[in-house]
T-cell receptor, first 114, second 111 residues
Framework: NAGVTQTPKFQVLKTGQSMTLQCAQD?????MSWYRQDPGMGLRLIHY???????DQGEVPNGYNVSRSTTEDFPLRLLSAAPSQTSVYFC?????????????FGQGTRLTVV | EDQVTQSPEALRLQEGESSSLNCSYT??????LFWYRQDPGKGPEFLFT???AGEEKEKERLKATLTKKESFLHITAPKPEDSATYLC????????????FGQGTILTVHP
């Protein structure tokens, strides 16, 4: 059981370039989320989805775009990369019923924008 | 606005020296407080979920407790392999998929 899979693990971009971070889960979870982790700031929510075709913004959505066409996949797009987007990005998925709502995380994508 | 504050930022222990990590929270309608462990270069790994004040959960050397304002992660007789960053997060209402995290506590256990 693979759980939550993120690709790539590492990426270096030039300022202004665009790219897509991939996230896939094989647990049939309804909810998926993207977080970024910066030193001393914990994880901050970028965007999340409550099911296929439904997405919403989190705490720090500017500069990022998401869509969810299937239950399994939730890609994160950087439209025009900026040095401030240098961070570690984590994708997570979870169920939506009480008693079993913990989120499962991928291994992360370390992004550097130069 | 939901807020989660963890203390201390870093904690150094000798092997066998028990201690506690604190997670203070402010959230309207708490529907879950979560503890995660994160090793360097890895994603957070789920440890516990607590739902109501007075609830306790245990796993090996770890025990998590919850009050109306804070949660504690007690570490009994820690070993070097317990060294990691411990993260606390809260979820409100029916906001599945939306967690608010604290900044974490870096735990180092020396042999």
């Amino acid at each position: 059981n693979a759980g939550v899979t993120q690709t790539p693990k590492f990426q270096v971009l030039k300022t202004g370039q665009s790219m897509t971070l991939q996230c896939a889960q094989d647990m049939n979870h309804e909810y998926m989320s993207w977080y970024r982790q910066d030193p001393g700031m914990g994880l901050r929510l970028i965007h999340y989805s409550v099911g296929a075709g439904i997405t919403d913004q989190g705490e720090v959505p500017n500069g990022y775009n998401v869509s969810r066409s299937t239950t399994e996949d939730f890609p994160l797009r950087l439209l025009s990369a900026a040095p401030s987007q240098t961070s570690v990005y984590f994708c997570a998925s979870s169920r939506g019923f009480e008693g079993s709502t913990e989120a499962f995380f991928g291994q992360g994508t370390r992004l550097t924008v130069v | 606005e939901d807020q989660v504050t963890q203390s201390p930022e870093a904690l150094r222990l000798q092997e066998g020296e028990s201690s506690s990590l604190n997670c203070s929270y402010t959230v309207s309608g708490l529907r879950g407080l979560f503890w995660y462990r994160q090793d360097p270069g890895k994603g957070p790994e789920f440890l516990f979920t607590l739902y109501s004040a007075g609830e306790e959960k245990e796993k090996e050397r770890l025990k998590a407790t919850l009050t109306k304002k804070e949660s504690f992660l007690h570490i009994t007789a820690p070993k070097p392999e317990d060294s990691a960053t411990y993260l606390c997060a809260v979820r409100r209402g029916t906001s599945y998929g939306k967690l608010t995290f604290g900044q974490g506590t870096i735990l180092t256990v020396h042999p």
